[in-house]
């Protein structure tokens, strides 16, 4: 177990393009989260799956954001037409139902730079 | 909404020198209350956690932090800081919800 990994680890596109991110958490855990984290500000909540469902999605994640998450394993958080204010470190974290509340395993992020 | 506030944006010590992070959460029900760490290049990290009970956590590589009910803070405190402590610290709450609401995060520097 290599722990939660994200992948790319750094992406820099165009406005107006689209992304998409990995990240595969650790393999017996079945809630998987999404957080962005923008420079000088702490993580911010975007998205968790349970399995293969989400079930909540904060206001952050405008309808340009998608995330799935379709066999309950890996998941992957798309963005249509980037905006400079997208550039932020993406986070992803998983943990057990039954650990949840004791904190979660995050992975090193995706930075995503838009120009 | 939850909200976490951090005192210092950024703390330089020397080694040997003591640390205090303040935090203070806006909540008024039942919480359950972080602190992580991110080291240089690295992920977040678990430091320590209060669920209940003694309001004294003792966390890992010497880190501890006081829970007061009353004052709606959650101070991380070392009694003596090294240069490998030097990294980005976040304050967080869990409501016993699906998410955790941070703090915006507080940078420490040692100087060795």
């Known amino acids: 177990d290599t722990g939660v990994s994200q992948n790319p680890r750094h992406k820099i596109t165009k406005r107006g393009q689209n992304v998409t991110f990995r990240c595969d958490p650790i393999?017996?855990?079945?809630?998987l989260y999404w957080y962005r984290q923008t420079l000088g500000q702490g993580p911010e909540f975007l998205t968790y799956f349970q399995n293969e469902a989400q079930l909540e999605k904060s206001r952050l994640l405008s309808d340009r954001f998608s995330a799935e998450r379709p066999k309950g394993s890996f998941s992957t958080l798309e963005i249509q037409r980037t905006e400079q204010g997208d550039s932020a470190m993406y986070l992803c974290a998983s943990s057990l139902d039954r650990t949840a509340n004791y904190g979660y395993t995050f992975g090193s992020g995706t930075r995503l730079t838009v120009v | 909404a939850q909200s976490v506030s951090q005192h210092n944006h950024h703390v330089i010590l020397s080694e040997a020198a003591s640390l205090e992070l303040g935090c203070n959460y806006s909540y008024g029900g039942t919480v359950n209350l972080f602190w992580y760490v991110q080291y240089p290049g690295q992920h977040l990290q678990l430091l320590l956690k209060y669920f209940s009970g003694d309001p004294l956590v003792k966390g890992i590589k010497g880190f501890e932090a006081e829970f007061i009910k009353s004052k709606f803070s959650f101070n991380l405190r070392k009694p003596s800081v090294q240069w490998s402590d030097t990294a980005e610290y976040f304050c967080?709450?869990?409501?016993?919800?699906?998410?955790?609401?941070f703090g915006p995060g507080t940078r420490l520097s040692v100087l060795p």
């Open positions: 967080a709450v869990n409501e016993g919800g699906q998410n955790f609401v």
């Open positions: 393999s017996e855990h079945n809630r």
